[in-house]
């Protein structure tokens, strides 16, 4: 680039030259007339000729080849440039930012000072946007509340908002002092919401880029160090960043969703400046007066109430707009690059093949995954509004029946440990048993064995007793080193006690001494008054026997065991639940599910087991949420369970005083539920009633909820079958894809099977036009069977229809995602003969062709993207069936299935904003 700066040197000089002289051109002085031949001179090698243009005060530099103008640079007054000295431009740019800084400084102290107050309004305002939402399109979200209230309760959601607020007010500063036309000042709140809202929402995945962020510490007059060097930063920051964000066109990505952004406020700033007048008058004035009784000002309610409302017009019209802008974007930029993949993928394998494929793949390698990447993005952009509400179902199905396979689980688990108790089945009754050795680490225990904690608890406590006697061993050797030497009489005394119970070998007493240890260090840890070593010398005891948490109250070792134990936590992870019931804090799933036994509803009594999730204190959204049924006795209530505050800790579950209507007393729940748990759950000695009662009293009630669920889902599925089957092209499109779904994937799929082809019956020269893709099909007859089962993919698929049953448009399908499931495996089957014939399969022969190394590279990522556009296609049938209860009967698989849902369709949500410009990435 050194050229390029010589010029711009050359150009900048002869102005600076000319421009003092440019009235009197006529009259040079021999000097200036040297330095003119000087310029020309330099100009000349590099192909420029350089003409002065007196009368029109210019000069003009041409290509000498193409007699082209290459630039104009116009005379200057010398009153204007003596404007643009160094020493007047270091003025003005001092100026500049002593302006920034006051408007920084008054926007971060007004965000502060008004958080509060604009919190509110904001979330008054985006509430309002999401219920016009959920009332005029309530399929596409319906737990757009839920989700609202959430974001902005949690951490996260005031630190976005406070970002927002600061760079919108900071920008608005800045506009303010720079547009002093008033026809255009209604543009600036709704431009400072443009880059608050792009800070908040792109900021985190900018600057995710460690290189970005050492730029920046650079920038600011910091330098490189070796911890940043250790994290991946190069010693050019700054030029790493500049091809992380421009040459690989990271900073394109946001391009459709600033743009959405820029149009919303356009629109939002028109929309005002047509109607605020009038309907500010009333809104602003009239609901101010109605509603304040002479102790709130009119105008600063008139003010948050002209805030609320250009936020909401902002939100809701950029909600709008962008995927409409989005879906444009990608059409016109994504859909031509399409041709350029063409044209590269066809020179490539022309390049190979003349070659004899000796040459390297990387760039055809390159180039399929690209392609692929390109058509799954483009496809999911196609059918992205579908894509954004089955996602949203997801979430809030998944939460649901994730509690109701975890409920089942542990509720079974349970009653069998209640028969077991009730009718002695067992030496050992884990429900009335304490656990004084929980967390201890059991001595020399074999990796893998971790289910024992359930299974057999008196065998792991037996290591556990093994692990405590080598600590109390351990403890008097470190009471008489020099770590003591400075430890107060009292403190001394007070480890010697815990040494003391350690030393027993009495598992009720040493639970007692791991207790005070434990109550002892929280205490020391608060306690400046302590002695320096006192909670390190007890932090060292404590670390001889790994994390001791004893539980002395009866029946809270088996849910503690139940979350330790590998076979059983499988069942409870990742299930949200809620950390309170009643009076009482319930930290672990299992607490909870144990206070549910006794708070839950009476599904006996037609109480509800589906209901809407509680949010900051009440219940929204859409009923979502699965609430473990009750097994007390159906004579028995308890106030703790109508508790407002949850002061009880969680031991108190475990140990409450319990006085059941039948007049006996228990000491905790558990003991209760043991004796007391109503016998339809619990069954005889002979045989439980859980299963059955279970599936009675609570399957009925999902399989309705999924009913309800089913009605809305149903708009989204109609949507999805029409993208699929949709056979126009959108007016946006440039390239040669299809709009339609399906169309889309069979464009796919013959680009796989073209290049199969070309290893199986090697062509003259290798052609493929995107565009005829649909029009030309494969003729290998391996190639043939493959499509074929395609096809039968697609035929499945077909069998999803819309139908108008009572005016409204409903989904019906017999299909089962087992049958996706075999035809995916067939695929599979057929792609396994291809990969035969070519020689890069399992099997030691039936290879046709004799292909190298480059060739079988090429052949098997042709393959591997075969299949995994068949798992695609499998996946808009499993979508269809996502709120059907009868065909995700089985919830454990309907779990592992949603995971994987939620994994493929959250990636590519997270794309949805990208774009890629025109020519290679």
């Known amino acids: 680039m050194k050229w390029f700066s010589k010029i711009l040197t050359a150009i900048a000089a002869v102005n600076m030259i000319l421009a003092p002289v440019a009235q009197a051109a006529a009259n040079w002085t021999e000097k200036e007339k040297a330095q003119l031949a000087q310029y020309r001179d330099f100009l000349e090698p590099m192909g420029y000729t350089l003409y002065v243009d007196k009368e029109s005060k210019k000069a003009q530099v041409f290509d000498k080849t193409t007699k082209k103008l290459a630039m104009e640079i116009p005379f200057g007054e010398e009153k204007q440039l003596r404007k643009f000295s160094p020493k007047s431009i270091n003025k003005m740019m001092l100026d500049e930012m002593v302006r920034i800084k006051n408007a920084s400084k008054a926007s971060l102290s007004h965000t502060v000072r008004n958080l509060p107050t604009e919190s509110a309004m904001f979330f008054v305002a985006m509430g309002a946007v999401v219920a016009g939402q959920l009332i005029t399109n309530y399929s596409q979200n319906p737990v757009a509340m839920q989700q609202h209230i959430q974001h902005q309760l949690s951490p996260m959601g005031v630190f976005g908002f406070f970002t927002f607020m600061y760079s919108q007010g900071l920008t608005s500063n800045l506009l303010s002092t720079y547009i002093k036309n008033p026809k255009f000042h209604h543009m600036i709140p709704y431009l400072g919401m443009t880059v608050g809202a792009f800070l908040q929402t792109y900021l985190s995945s900018v600057a995710s880029d460690p290189n970005v962020k050492a730029c920046a510490k650079v920038m600011m007059g910091g330098k490189v160090s070796q911890k940043d060097t250790a994290a991946g930063v190069e010693e050019d920051p700054c030029g790493k960043a500049y091809e992380y964000l421009v040459i690989h066109k990271k900073i394109w990505e946001y391009a459709p969703g600033i743009a959405s952004m820029l149009i919303s406020s356009g629109a939002a700033a028109l929309g005002q400046a047509l109607l605020t007048k009038v309907v500010l008058r009333v809104t602003g004035v009239d609901i101010a007066v109605w509603l304040t009784p002479g102790t709130m000002q009119v105008k600063g309610l008139r003010l948050l109430i002209v805030k609320g409302l250009q936020i909401s017009a902002f939100v809701a ?70 894509y954004e509400a089955h996602h949203n179902w997801s979430e809030a199905l998944k ?62 406590e037996g290591m556990q007793l093994d692990t405590v006697a080598e600590a109390a061993i351990k403890a008097e050797a470190l009471m008489k080193s020099d770590k003591t030497k400075y430890l107060y009489p009292a403190e001394k005394k007070a480890i010697n006690g815990i040494i003391a119970k350690l030393s027993t070998g009495d598992r009720d007493q040493i639970g007692k001494g791991l207790l005070e240890l434990n109550n002892n260090m929280r205490i020391a840890a608060q306690n400046v008054s302590s002695s320096q070593n006192y909670f390190r010398v007890m932090n060292e005891i404590r670390s001889y026997m790994g994390s001791p948490d004893p539980s002395l109250e009866v029946g809270r070792g088996f849910g503690q065991a139940y979350e ?142 999924f009913g309800e669920f089913s009605k809305s889902y149903d708009e989204i599925v109609v949507k999805m079958v029409r993208k699929m089957y949709n056979n126009e092209r959108s007016s946006f499109n440039r390239g040669p894809m299809a709009n339609g779904i399906i169309n889309a994937v069979f464009q796919e799929e013959r680009v796989y099977l073209a290049l199969l082809q070309e290893m199986l019956q090697p062509s003259a020269k290798f052609d493929l036009k995107f565009e005829n893709l649909l029009k030309n099909a494969p003729t290998h007859a391996a190639l043939k069977a493959v499509e074929g089962e395609f096809f039968a993919l697609n035929n499945l698929l077909k069998k999803i229809e819309v139908r108008t049953i009572e005016g409204r448009e409903v989904i019906q399908s017999p299909l089962e995602n087992y049958q996706l499931e075999e035809q995916v495996t067939k695929i599979q089957t057929a792609l396994a003969g291809v990969s035969t014939l070519l020689g890069v399969g399992d099997a030691t022969e039936g290879a046709v062709v004799a292909l190298n190394q480059q060739q079988r590279d090429i052949a098997v990522q042709a393959l591997e993207q075969l299949q995994s556009l068949a798992q695609e296609v499998m996946m808009y049938g499993s979508m269809a069936n996502a709120v059907s209860w009868d065909k995700i009967r089985n919830i454990k698989r309907l779990n592992a299935e949603q995971g994987q849902f939620q994994n493929e369709i959250q990636a590519k949500i997270a794309q949805m904003r990208g774009m890629a410009m025109p020519g290679k990435n």
Request: proline content about 5%; glycine content about 6%.
């Open 564 to 705: 330790k134990a590998p076979s059983t936590a499988e069942t409870l992870a990742g299930t949200s639940y809620y950390r309170q019931v009643g009076l009482f804090k319930t930290p672990k799933i299992t607490d909870f599910l144990v206070m549910q036994m006794i708070c839950g509803p009476d599904v006996e009594a037609n109480g509800k087991v589906v209901k809407t999730p509680k949010i900051a204190g009440a219940h929204t959204g859409f009923p979502s949420v699965f609430l473990p049924p009750t097994l007390a006795n159906q004579n028995d209530e308890f106030d703790p369970c109508f508790g407002i505050k949850a002061d009880a800790p969680v031991e108190r579950i475990y140990n409450w005083p319990v006085r059941a209507a039948s007049g006996k007393k228990y000491t905790g729940f558990v003991e209760y539920l043991v004796h007391e748990a109503r016998d339809n759950a619990v069954g005889s000695k002979e045989e439980s009633a859980f299963p059955a009662w279970w599936t009675a009293k609570t399957e009925s009630q999902m399989q309705k909820a």
């Open 317 to 386: 019209l950029d909600m709008w707009f962008n995927r409409h802008v989005t879906f444009a974007w990608k059409n016109i930029f994504d859909g031509a690059d399409f041709h350029d993949m063409n044209r590269d993928m066809v020179n490539h394998v022309n390049t190979l093949k003349t070659a004899k494929w000796n040459g390297s793949t990387d760039n055809l390698k390159h180039e399929m995954k690209h392609f692929h990447q390109k058509m799954m993005d483009w496809r999911m952009i196609n059918m992205a509004e579908v």
């Open 399 to 460: 939460s649901l029946t994730s509690m109701f396979n975890s409920s089942y689980s542990f509720y079974n688990d349970f009653v069998n440990e209640i028969r077991n108790a009730r009718f002695n089945e067992s030496q050992v009754q884990p429900l009335l048993r304490t656990a004084p050795l929980n967390g201890v680490t059991p001595l020399d225990m074999a990796e893998g064995r971790e289910d024992l904690y359930l299974t057999h608890p008196q065998f792991i």
